[in-house]
């Protein structure tokens, strides 16, 4: 089942050019597929000196992962088919709070001529936190891979720490 752009930025955090994902084309309660061509846009928002280095492909995981957290939201709450029907059950907002293990394959991507396809995993979660393992790739071409932790409600968290 495919989802579209619209589903994207509906919900992740990121709308308009900072929405950079196209397409979900596959996904489960453990992986989701995604698909993107915004990295040949020349009004990339995360171009530098006229280019996107390899480190911002992180960002199209981070956003995956996101949509994943939509989705398996939506997988718990027993509305996958309202998923795809535009609306997910509302996940629990979270950051990016640690990467491990990341191997860039290039310098750059945005000369890259076919789509990206983004792949993340979900390891492990218990709620409050999760470790996935990702991989960016453009063809048969491994582009970046590695393992990141999302922290979820992080402000309730620090908010109980300091009362």
Known sequence: MHLDRHWIEQNIPHHGRMCLLDEIIEWDAQHVRCRSSTHRAANHPLRSHG?????CAIEYAAQAMAAHGALAAGIRAGAVAGAAAGGAAQPKPGFLAGL???????LRFDDM????ICDVLLLAGDGGTALYEFAVSCGAQRLLRGRATVVFDANKRLNGIYE
């Open 113 to 116: 001529p076919a789509d990206l």
């Open 100 to 106: 491990r293990d990341v191997q860039l394959h290039v």
């Open 51 to 55: 280019r996107l280095g390899i480190a």
